[in-house]
């Protein structure tokens, strides 16, 4: 028996005006998920524990088994990992976006106008974040680039009572609320207004703006945390995994895990990813004797960040016909039984353009059990009608795994 589990980010949603009140998965067209909804089992699941903030590190931990009231230590930790940077038990990291900040003289003043610089490209990043360090770098204070707008700061004997959030919660936004408060705040701000004047006339920057491209004006550190504490996959479930996504914090939760995590030329997290890559390194792990595969798709989240309802719905629509449709033919043209766990991390409302924890709609389909199921197409009401409701999210892989 093979597991393969579909984590559509942020796919699910509130009623859209654009779509006349309905929501993104009424409205995409998603034949093969339908399908497998209605011969599946469908249920509602809380990913998100009372008291956390709905990230998708918490949610994902989650979906996969893991308890995050005992073993989360915050989200930049596991995307250190996924970088291999080394961690003390006093270092203290911070998720460090590259944003684009209105052009308002004091700093305090501007305006979140994109909290990923224009979905810039890695090789433009990493050269920024490379003219940040130079500058900013100290003794205890060590910066490190990641993935296109995604990076790492590291802040030896630095302290996790901060109060910091996400660039992407404030999309057009003053950002004078959400400055840094607690522990250090004065030199994270510091840090903050110095990058700006480090950027403002990098030759990636003048090059984006010549062609039109939101240029990225300022860093912006938050999920702040500590050295991660997550268990072996396989010992845990006696299944040897793999996971396949294009974003750091997937990466780095696979790597803490003991998980096998594949790099995919030309995925990146949006819309105009590597679909067809993904969904082949996804059968060729499975042949290649993974009992267990983690697809992670980013576009959906991202696309309810930026307030995209027609690609966020593409999106949804590109997961079934690329992904899902290709493995279930894939396997089924073999003979290899599988189940498939199909669903979200949480909810990215269109409306909200962040993410919230209401619980979201699960799909188990299982190859060998095609008779019955819940005869329903796969949304949000429809989950909830069944009554099935999965409290403790992080219990919802023991009954995927039928542990």
């Not at 809380?46 to 893991?66: C, E, F, I, R």
């Not at 224009?118 to 900013?136: D, P, Y």
Request: hydrophobic share 35%; glycine share 10%.
């Amino acid at each position: 028996m093979k597991y393969i589990v579909i984590l559509g980010d942020g796919m699910a949603d509130y009623p859209v005006d654009y779509f006349d009140g309905k929501t993104i998965l009424e409205v995409a067209d998603k034949p093969v998920i339908d399908y497998m909804c209605a011969h599946g089992e469908l249920g509602m699941c809380k990913t998100v524990q009372d008291g956390m903030k709905p990230g998708s590190d918490v949610a994902n931990l989650s979906v996969m088994g893991y308890d995050t009231k005992k073993c989360y230590t915050g989200r930049s930790p596991l995307e250190a990992a996924s970088i291999g940077i080394p961690l003390k038990d006093d270092d203290v990291t911070f998720r460090t976006n590259l944003v684009t900040l209105s052009d308002e003289e004091n700093y305090e003043d501007k305006t979140m106008l994109d909290y990923s610089a224009g979905e810039i490209t890695t090789a433009e990043s990493t050269e920024l974040m490379k003219a940040i360090a130079a500058e900013l770098d100290t003794d205890v204070i060590k910066f490190y680039p990641g993935i296109s707008y995604r990076h790492i700061c590291v802040w030896s004997g630095g302290s996790t009572n901060v109060d910091l959030t996400p660039a992407h919660a404030i999309s057009d936004k003053k950002i004078a609320a959400y400055l840094p408060k607690g522990d250090g705040a004065d030199k994270l701000l510091e840090m903050m207004k110095a990058s700006e004047k480090i950027l403002k006339d990098h030759p990636v920057n003048k090059s984006r703006i010549e062609r039109g491209l939101n240029p990225a004006t300022s860093i912006w550190p938050w999920g702040e945390g500590t050295r991660p504490t997550v268990g072996s996959f396989y010992e845990k479930y006696g299944l040897k995994g793999t996971m396949i996504s294009a974003v750091d914090l997937l990466k780095g939760i696979a790597k803490c895990a003991g998980m096998e995590s594949i790099d995919v030329p030309g995925a990146t997290g949006n819309c105009e990813t590597n679909w067809d890559g993904k969904a082949q390194a996804a059968l060729d792990a499975i042949l290649g004797g993974s009992d267990f595969v983690y697809i992670h798709m980013e576009a959906p989240d991202e696309m309810g960040h930026q307030g995209k309802p027609d690609k966020k719905k593409l999106a949804v629509e590109t997961i079934d016909k690329k992904v899902v449709k290709f493995l279930k033919d894939e396997l089924e043209a073999r003979g290899i039984e599988y189940r498939m766990l199909i669903m979200p991390d949480h909810p990215t409302p269109i409306r909200l353009k962040d993410h919230v924890s209401d619980p979201v709609p699960y799909v188990i389909y299982d190859s060998r059990k095609t008779d019955g199921g819940s005869g329903l197409t796969y949304t949000e009401e429809n989950g909830k009608k069944t009554g099935i409701y999965i409290e403790k999210g992080y219990t919802l892989m023991d009954k995927f795994l039928e542990k």
